[in-house]
């Protein structure tokens, strides 16, 4: 019987295997030889990095289709998978304890050769913000001096093209809410009356779901340098490290409108009381 390159044996060649199917045998060569790791926990280090970058390419496959599924007013198909991708999001928030299991020391053997690598240049990530809708600056200037980089001046990370078609995830449900000629305080009738539009509250919640696990995982991006580096140390990017983190989750919502909305709904329920 036939061997393949994975070294299972078959009856046929030209049947499906699990090794062939997943390219298991480039994936794993994407990783250092044993030989080539700086230091042992280096691996770790990159699988987590690489596997994080698989799941924004799902991530990215997904939005593509929620927006096509919103312009064709679908919002119950497009509900789910906004829920998927909350889902992958929690799921990158806990896969980052793994890293708390690297002491500081551990990591700092082979920090330096990062330099001036940095998760600010992943650009899936940007391109997730920029099709989701959000406002995130894409570009920066950085002192390499300062932060002790090997490169000498100013570096400027350009990264404002990062090859992402509009409309926006946000446009899109704007511009549902538009057809439907609805606005997003009709959207949130009290329970028992007209639910006429309840699957685009649905919708709603799981855009609100998906902005508010995409800002959970940035927080534990941000708590797991904080343990790693601590506060005063700068990035191998040239930032600030975490401080930098902690401003760029601050920088604003995905969907400013839905978080915004419930002020209004509030001052809305406040006149009715009243009246």
């Known amino acids: 019987m036939p061997t393949l390159s994975c070294g299972h044996t078959v ?34 280090f ?15 496959h997904e939005l593509a289709q929620i927006i096509a599924l919103l312009d064709d007013s ?13 889902a992958v999001l929690e799921m990158l928030a806990a896969q980052l304890a793994i890293f708390n299991t690297m002491a500081p020391q551990d990591f700092f053997a082979f920090r330096g050769a990062l330099s001036p690598a940095s998760g600010a240049q992943s650009r899936q990530f940007h391109q997730i913000v920029k099709r989701s809708g959000g406002k995130e600056r894409l570009g920066r200037e950085v002192d390499t001096r300062a932060a002790g980089c090997p490169m000498h001046g100013r570096e400027e990370l ?6 992402v078609a509009t409309p926006s995830l946000r446009a899109a449900f704007l511009a549902l809410l538009q057809r439907r000629g ?6 949130y009738t009290p329970l028992g009356q007209d639910g006429q539009h309840d699957d685009l509250y649905a919708l709603a ?8 696990q995409f800002r959970l995982w940035r927080r534990s991006h941000l708590a ?16 600030s490290g975490a401080n930098h983190l902690a401003e760029r989750i601050g920088e604003g919502y995905l969907f400013p409108e839905l978080w915004a909305v419930r002020a209004s709904l509030w001052e809305v329920q406040q006149r009715r009381q009243t009246a």
């Open 11 to 44: 009856h046929d060649v030209t049947q499906t295997h699990y090794c062939a199917y997943l390219r298991l045998d480039e994936l794993t060569s994407l990783q250092p030889s044993p030989e080539a790791l700086r230091h042992h926990d280096e691996l770790l």
């Open 46 to 60: 990159i699988v987590e990095h690489q596997a994080t970058e698989l799941w924004f390419k799902l991530i990215l």
């Open 74 to 86: 679908r919002p119950g198909s497009a509900t789910r998978l906004l829920q998927r991708i909350s």
């Open 158 to 163: 350009a990264m404002s093209d990062v090859g």
């Open 182 to 187: 609805v606005t997003l305080e009709e959207l």
């Open 205 to 212: 919640e799981a855009l609100i779901g998906y902005d508010q």
């Open 224 to 239: 797991v340098a904080e343990r790693t580096l601590s506060a005063g140390l700068g990035g191998t990017g040239g930032s």
